[in-house]
């Protein structure tokens, strides 16, 4: 396996403060840490998440993921002046995340006011091996003179959600004259998190503590010689009443036990015990490319990297938001992205991650059987946004329109209904990669069932046939209309696959069955025109058109909202992302390579990409194609969502199913690796700029290591059982634990219109 | 009247930024500003607060005044770069507060990283001729070529208090494409608060609006020429549901008509209109010395200003914060502060305001029959730590201490007992000043009564005398001691006073006069020794003493209780503040100069001043013992608890009572001016290094200046009526409307150890 790569930042630059604090952030799922400054500034938003720490701080408000109190942040003063990159001058910067163990560094000269220089370090880490434990160092040398060095860092609770305050301070403490404790309670007593964290210093250095006005400060000085360094490490440890082993009553004396025991270990052991669980995270995970261009591995191990950081594996009441745990963004909800981009990653590397993923949609389901019954359907409808309990957390109206003083009712939650036959894709597509009997027989089948008769509940007869009406498809732009192709297919697909695994399983439900057989031979699938078109609804295309060529340039901005309305938009055929793109990326089976082609050509220059969610996708379709060239460049367009120019477009969080789409286009476009009504397909389609791509999976327990090249396939598994896979349109046996390689089977197609190795 | 002085400041200091804040602090008695910049510092805590606007976060947190949303905040790019004065070099720098008329201003060139130079002109101004009204001017010349400008501003409601939130965000607005709105309710719903904003521009500038995360935001932008001014003028308006005049319904339409009124006017208008207020009151209100020391003029002027800043005159039900409306400390409750230290000045210049302080006690007496009955006590027990309601806002526990996880309840509200009497203290020295039947018949009376027989039934019997037992007098640190001097003798002149005006209005209560007469008859009033001492209370005399060098060499700090636990420093003779030396300065008639020099030769030693209310008290004292150059520096020692050096002693506001015993030392202590037993009286002792102090007050109705010098006495009055006043020992009489000179009637006294013209 090749190096992993870094992610840097040489200069520093106050524009952009926001979009590294989240390209850099740290996380293990449980805990996500912003890449801020150890010194403030204003421009900067600090914040610290634990997975699943909800709170709605009035009934005026949303939900939202709690800005923790801060431990990272460091007041430092050397020799009386305030170390603040805005002054002095920058001699020597450079930070870097580093993909392979977490850790970011960031090493830097500071000339200060006082025209004295100070070499200053800081490393920190979210441990990998240890959920609740974050670690940072900073070592500060200065390098004309011997100096005084003060820093005042601690637990501050001062930090808010943009003004909103979640949190009560119910307790701080100094214990043994050298733990800092604080303890938190939401404010509507829910929930509790308790912080923990200890200083080590130079022995020559002395501390004080205060605590007032939410801060628990320890505050910190000594001399240190010139070219010697003044080093602290700071250990904290964070746990909260989410945690299975919280209890009330020891929850103090627990954490800092735990802290207590970290602390002896030291800054480098800890970091190693880190870096071991990334080590063996990488092993099972990483593709390497070889390209040439090098930032496509950059981008695959970047968007890896934060799949890692974002992915709660501790709880299966917790699921991944849509900005993981970097920002934020949505208020830290969770939305189909989670299903549909993230968790097919999951599948396929770590399935008991996906099965967890999943698990959290079945805890939830009382919540989605009370809003279909509110809305007066029957099964299970999940709401559009979810936070913990599962509840509709999509606010029922948008921000207030400030010239018109109006709130518009938000539709996601009320139409876009097409999530609940996501969910029951996401379930048939993980039982397709792993057999999980056990899964499907306890909770499955019964996502499954809950949402099909969801959707049966929800048809409308029409001369006989079932429609699907008032609906929101994936293309936000379209509103309200009935018979979305990818919502009708969708939830077709959903019926279909309840009534078959009832009936795999061989449980009874003749009511379910007939209802289920009456639904799936009426309901109204769109069918493809002769010139192979597929009407994205019933309105669609007779709607105007308009040259988007201007707010194409802009993807991602929704500049067209300024120039025009949502109904106005809604009136056009205008898409925010793909959407009957989008059914032909979900159920590729029921459609041909012509119906792939045509609609992509139809539907593309209609789309303004202004969801991250769009361009990867289209990528994977145009590789499906065949058209390699054209794949290539969305799919490099896609990597640059957040890892762009623009300074501040993840200021607020990483796009998180952007992520999940850079692994699906590179292997599910690329590499071609699909699971279709289960069959393990592979169709490679390289970029002409990749030699090779290759990467680890597991199909059906057994661990496979895949590497393509232009002119070779190669697989091997350590299993004994054999193997079948179809190969363009072979299907072969590969005995286990040998590597077989296999060339011939396609030709590779240079941006060619078509390709042999085509899915037929 | 000489030029009122400025407040200058004469370079940009990150670290006095908080000091400065508060020293420059706007306010017009209705609102407080504190004197943030424009551009934000993370070390800067901005502020905006409205008197009496006042609200609970939770359970676990006391009632404490809002800091509002935020309107003064501007994000200013200079040919992209961020506008901060810790990058770049200051080439020149001056801000200064105009005290004659509120305004501040700053004066800046700013050579940025880029090299090039701008010239920064602030201005702004809360107007005392409308209350909710604030104008903020902003310059900026480009100096060294064409430039681009961006300015963000509008009404940000991402403030706390130290992370605290107060408000929902109910609306946001933008009318005409030009104003904004910001509708805001407390999380209880009990009050709203409404502010407009508009920023009239270059006409080339544009602007776009938005709103999100409780930020309402116009970004503004356009070229100007070198050497031009790219000028924005922000006029705002605040309102609140405190407001008499306001209507839930209409308040948005009334805000913006009030400000759409304004902003016609424009600034000059504007500030000239609120600068005739100011002259009035100045006129009303200045103490003008002659001295060798500028600083004493300074320090006048800086207390006065910042009386108009603190005082609300537009509502009984505010009185004035022990931070004023300048800082968050003590959370913006009020105390004894406002009766003892403040009142005084008011009742002599404008005793319309004075009574309408007294008023606010009134109005809260529920609240303090209420507490005097929880408590098992008759009467009215006023909270130690009032708010809007009256009701005892103390925390029933102090701050948790971080080393032994413990909670100490908090004395004061439960012993501090003596702001009872210095209430009744205050209403009686009111009527004296202005005999005012009417008040005194429908509220003071009441008052007086009610304090009284909270007295009467407080008080224990021992041995047939009666005692006061587990008090704590001003000297907060000598706690829950029995016979506190202090109390015992205002609690004496609490009652005596109430049967006086009993009987004076000739209000029948038999009942009380008679419990009253048996109350003044038996309470224990500690008599002086041989020594002339009088014990502070039955246990003080007793106790060990301890060389408090160290300590007073750190007045303020509080830096005893690093050292010695409260209940150690409880059990040795040392004192926080002027205590029995407190007694001798408020009933002045009771004892002879030779008990208050005792007293004050005595307890002096053993008081660290760690409280602000100290200081100017000795200075008082050391004067009326004709200790001129003793007093002269306890005066200017007190001047500087905000003026002086130490760069955070007034971070979280202005120490009120402190500014106004700046007054009461140069009036009541240099000038001698008092009202003793109804009587006007005047012992002039000037400090050597003063050639004179002139001032205007009302006595009776009358008006009078005041001027005295080494040698003369000079008053005039605009009255026809007679004016009684006692010089020295000798009773006077002045006829109105002519001006008399008095000479002979006192020797100067140069610091010799008494003065011929002391009180008897």
């Known amino acids: 396996m090749s190096t992993l790569t870094r992610l840097k930042e040489a200069q520093f630059n106050p524009h952009t403060l926001n979009k590294f604090a989240t ?8 805990l996500g840490l912003r890449a801020c400054h150890e010194e403030a500034y204003t421009e900067q938003t600090r914040g610290m998440y634990l997975a699943g720490f909800y709170h709605r701080s009035s009934s005026a408000e949303s939900t939202e993921l709690v800005n923790l109190p801060d431990v990272l942040h460091m007041r430092i003063e050397l020799d009386g002046e305030l170390f603040t990159l805005l002054s002095g001058t920058i001699v020597d910067y450079q930070r870097h995340l580093d993909f392979s163990c977490g850790e970011l560094r960031r090493s830097l000269v500071w000339l200060a006011p006082n025209k004295k220089r100070y ?11 240890q959920h609740s434990l974050l670690c940072s160092r900073i070592a500060i040398t200065p390098l004309d003179d011997d100096a005084n060095v003060t820093i005042s860092t601690g637990i501050d609770a001062t930090q808010t959600n943009s003004g909103r ?85 020891s929850c103090s004396e627990q954490v800092l036990n735990k802290l207590v025991q970290c602390v002896e270990r030291g800054y480098e052991q800890l970091l190693a015990e880190s870096s071991r669980e990334w080590d063996s995270w990488w092993q099972k995970s990483r593709v390497v490319v070889e390209s040439e261009d090098p930032e496509d591995q950059h981008a695959l191990d970047f968007a890896l990297y934060h799949q890692f950081a974002m992915t709660p594996t501790h709880s299966e009441r ?47 389901l009382p919540g989605a059987q009370a809003k279909a019954k509110k809305n007066g359907f029957q ?144 309901i109204w699938l769109p ?8 009407a994205q609804d019933d309105s669609f295309l007779s709607k105007p058109t308009l040259d988007l060529t201007h707010y194409k340039a802009q993807q991602g901005t929704q500049a067209i909202l300024l120039d025009y309305s949502r109904a106005e938009v809604n009136e056009m055929q205008i898409l925010k992302q793909a959407d009957v793109v989008m059914l032909t990326y979900m159920l590729p089976w029921l459609f041909s390579p012509a119906q792939l082609q045509a609609n992509l050509d139809y539907y593309e220059p209609r789309t303004i990409h202004d969801s991250s969610l769009s361009k990867a996708i289209h990528g994977v379709i145009a590789a499906r194609c065949g058209r390699l060239e054209q794949a290539y460049q969305f799919w490099q367009q896609a990597c640059l969502i957040d890892l762009g120019d623009d300074p501040h477009s993840c200021d607020d969080g990483i796009h998180a199913a952007a992520t999940g789409a850079i692994w699906l286009g590179a292997v599910q476009g690329f590499a071609g690796l699909t699971v279709e009504q289960g069959q393990l397909r592979l169709n490679p389609r390289l970029p002409v700029a990749w030699q090779s791509i290759s990467l680890p999976f597991i199909w059906r327990g057994v661990h496979i290591h895949l590497t393509i090249t232009h002119q070779h396939v190669t697989l091997s598994t350590s299993s004994d059982e054999p193997l079948e896979i179809w190969v363009a349109d072979k299907c072969l046996s590969i005995v286990g634990g040998e590597t077989v390689s296999l060339a011939g089977f396609f030709t590779p197609a240079h941006g060619s219109g078509t390709t042999k190795g085509a899915v037929q």
């Not at 214990?175 to 829910?190: A, H, K, M, V």
């Not at 130079?202 to 080093?231: E, M, W």
């Not at 849509?322 to 939305?335: D, P, Q, V």
């Open 23 to 30: 390209l850099m952030a740290a996380g293990n799922g449980y």
């Open 119 to 129: 070499q200053i370090e800081c490393q920190r880490f979210l441990s990998a091996a």
């Open 165 to 249: 305050q979640h949190l009560d301070e119910t307790s701080v403490r100094v214990f043994e004259q050298r733990y800092l404790q604080g303890c938190y309670r939401t404010l509507d007593g829910s929930n509790e998190v308790v912080i923990s964290s200890f200083c080590a210093l130079p022995t020559n250095a002395c501390s004080s503590f205060y605590a007032k006005n939410r801060r628990l400060t320890q505050h910190c000085s000594g001399k240190v010689a010139k070219g010697d360094a003044f080093i602290m490490v700071k250990t904290n440890w964070i746990a909260s009443s989410l945690d299975a082993d919280y209890h009330a009553e």
């Open 318 to 364: 917790c699921s991944i938001a849509a900005k993981g745990l970097t920002g934020e963004g949505y208020k830290g909800h969770i939305f189909w992205d989670t299903e549909v981009f993230l968790l097919p990653f999951h599948m396929l590397t770590q399935p008991g991650i996906a099965r967890q993923l999943l698990s959290y949609r079945w805890h939830n």
């Open 379 to 522: 099964g299970a409808l999940f709401p559009w946004e979810s936070a913990w309990s599962g509840e509709e957390e999509t606010p029922e109206f948008a921000a207030i329109n400030i010239r018109t003083g109006l709130r518009q009712k938000v539709a996601s939650a009320l139409a876009e209904h097409h999530l609940v036959a996501d969910i029951a894709w996401a379930v048939d597509a993980y039982y397709q990669v792993t057999r999980d009997d056990t899964f499907m027989r306890e909770r499955g089948l019964t996502l499954l069932l809950e949402t099909a008769r969801f959707w049966i509940s929800r048809a409308v007869e029409i001369n006989g046939r079932l429609e699907l009406h008032d609906v929101i498809g994936p293309d936000e732009y379209t509103e309200h209309i009935d018979n979305n192709a990818y919502t009708n297919y969708l939830a077709w697909h959903n019926v279909e696959r309840a009534k078959h695994y009832l009936q795999q399983f061989a449980i009874h439900d003749a009511d379910f069955v007939c209802q289920a057989d009456d639904f799936l031979e009426r």
């Open 527 to 534: 069918v493809a025109s002769p010139e192979n078109l597929i």
